[in-house]
T-cell receptor, first 110, second 116 residues
Framework: KQEVTQIPAALSVPEGENLVLNCSFT??????LQWFRQDPGKGLTSLLL?????REQTSGRLNASLDKSSGRSTLYIAASQPGDSATYLC?????????FGAGTTVTVRA | EAGVAQSPRYKIIEKRQSVAFWCNPI?????LYWYQQILGQGPKLLIQ????????DSQLPKDRFSAERLKGVDSTLKIQPAKLEDSAVYLC??????????????FGPGTRLTVT
């Protein structure tokens, strides 16, 4: 059974600092890994999807890396802003199923 | 393109009552998912449909939960009777195309259920 862990559970940084969010998973036999953002009371918004054959994906200030052999992914958010405050979840896709971590709740202080 | 629609957004019921949630996926998406997200946890898959057939319902508590997807489009998730531990956000998601390497999932806003 796939286990996905996100550490830390919460993070608070001053505006402008770079954010580094970690995700680890136990079974390296994955098809892809997806990072989501969740605002309070809202659904999930997909940020980046990395296929198992890829090492990283970038979108604007966001960059996600994937090391499948070691079961790790990292989401980097450059020059954080108060609007980046949210919970970030990673999910890995095995056979037709996404397994989610519990998320990292980020607070960016103005 | 319109996103995944869900209703209602909020529901408060007493234990032992029944409740139903509705989901309309993105047009043309063959795969539809229902997740349960308990506060402080990641979403847990309850059931996955491919068109109107069930692909995976291994984590659906079948003694009280049921789901259907008639005509391969809209879906309804029902709980009967509800328990206190069913308090959670119920998320619907859809994806396409059907290729294994491209299952990017798009989520609706969710329905927050409170059972008192």
């Amino acid at each position: 059974k796939q286990e996905v862990t996100q550490i830390p559970a919460a993070l608070s940084v001053p505006e402008g600092e770079n954010l580094v969010l970690n995700c680890s998973f136990t079974d390296s036999a994955i098809y892809n890994l997806q990072w989501f953002r969740q605002d309070p009371g809202k659904g999930l918004t997909s940020l980046l999807l990395i296929q198992s054959s890829q090492r990283e994906q970038t979108s604007g200030r966001l960059n996600a890396s994937l090391d499948k052999s070691s079961g790790r992914s990292t989401l980097y958010i450059a020059a954080s802003q108060p609007g980046d405050s949210a919970t970030y979840l990673c999910a890995v896709r095995g056979d037709y199923k996404l397994s989610f971590g519990a998320g990292t709740t980020v607070t960016v202080r103005a | 393109e319109a996103g995944v629609a869900q209703s209602p957004r909020y529901k408060i019921i007493e234990k032992r009552q029944s409740v139903a949630f509705w989901c309309n996926p993105i047009s043309g998406h063959a795969t539809l998912y229902w997740y349960q997200q308990i506060l402080g946890q990641g979403p847990k898959l309850l059931i996955q449909f491919q068109n109107n057939g069930v692909v995976d319902d291994s984590q659906l508590p079948k003694d009280r939960f049921s789901a259907e997807r008639l005509k391969g489009v809209d879906s309804t998730l029902k709980i009967q009777p509800a328990k206190l531990e069913d308090s959670a956000v119920y998320l619907c998601a859809s994806s396409s195309p059907t290729g294994r390497l491209s299952y990017e999932q798009y989520f609706g806003p969710g329905t927050r259920l409170t059972v008192t």
